[in-house]
């Protein structure tokens, strides 16, 4: 059975800060990874996709990586700003053709002014 | 670009009654379409995964006869809790993908639901 696990579950930084967000799975064989946003009481933002066979994506500030074999990813967020703060979600969707996610508790991040 | 609506954003109801959410794709038809809950400070969990003209597929531990799952267009699923209690109280949300393969998937905007 696929786990998804983030690292921290919560995390406190100053204006400006470049700052790393973890995940990880248990199971190697999935199909892509996802990384989310959620703002408190609404739905999810797609941030950044990366299939299996890519090594990561960029878009903006945020950089998302992919170690399929170590079952490992990160989002990395430069220059963090305080309309960052948000709850980031890590979801992967396992191999098979199924287009169900399989997501991780999430990282509550706040960016201090 | 895709939509995915949900309708209520919230909704607070009686302990014993029927609750109904719907989950629209806009702009694009979903042959499937999951529905996922998530309690405070946990992830969301897969409820069932909707299926236009069929019957859903739930997951294990979710009780079908309690959340009635229905997808009778290719824009449309609803989600009904029947006889809600608290324990039902939680964020539902529901996802539909676009295009062959998949490959990118959307969200709705969640609903939360309150039980009294």
């Known amino acids: 059975k696929q786990e998804v696990t983030q690292i921290p579950a919560a995390l406190s930084v100053p204006e400006g800060e470049n700052l790393v967000l973890n995940c990880s799975f248990t199971?190697?064989?999935?199909?892509?990874l996802q990384w989310f946003r959620q703002d408190p009481g609404k739905g999810l933002t797609s941030l950044l996709l990366?299939?299996?066979?890519?090594r990561e994506q960029t878009s903006g500030r945020l950089n998302a990586s992919l170690d399929k074999s170590s079952g490992r990813s990160t989002l990395y967020i430069a220059a963090s700003q305080p309309g960052d703060s948000a709850t980031y979600l890590c979801?992967?969707?396992?191999?098979?053709?199924?287009?169900?996610?399989?997501f991780g508790k999430g990282t509550k991040l706040t960016v201090n002014p | 670009g895709a939509v995915v609506s949900q309708h209520p954003s919230r909704v607070i109801c009686k302990s014993g009654t029927s609750v109904k959410i719907e989950c629209r794709s806009l702009?694009?038809?979903?042959?499937?379409m999951f529905w996922y809950r998530q309690f405070p400070k946990q992830s969301l969990m897969l409820m069932a995964t909707?299926?236009?003209?069929?019957?859903?597929?739930?997951e294990q531990g979710v009780e079908k006869d309690k959340f009635l799952i229905n997808h009778a267009s290719l824009t449309l699923s609803t989600l009904t809790v029947t006889s809600a209690h608290p324990e039902d109280s939680s964020f539902y949300i529901c996802?539909?993908?676009?295009?062959?393969?998949?490959?990118?998937?959307?969200f709705g905007e969640g609903s939360w639901l309150t039980v009294v």
């Open positions: 996802s539909a993908s676009k295009g062959a393969g998949g490959n990118t998937i959307y």
């Open positions: 199971d190697s064989a999935i199909y892509n």
């Open positions: 990366i299939q299996s066979s890519q």
């Open positions: 979801a992967v969707r396992p191999w098979g053709g199924s287009e169900k996610l399989v």
């Open positions: 702009d694009f038809q979903a042959t499937t």
């Open positions: 909707s299926n236009e003209g069929s019957k859903a597929t739930y």
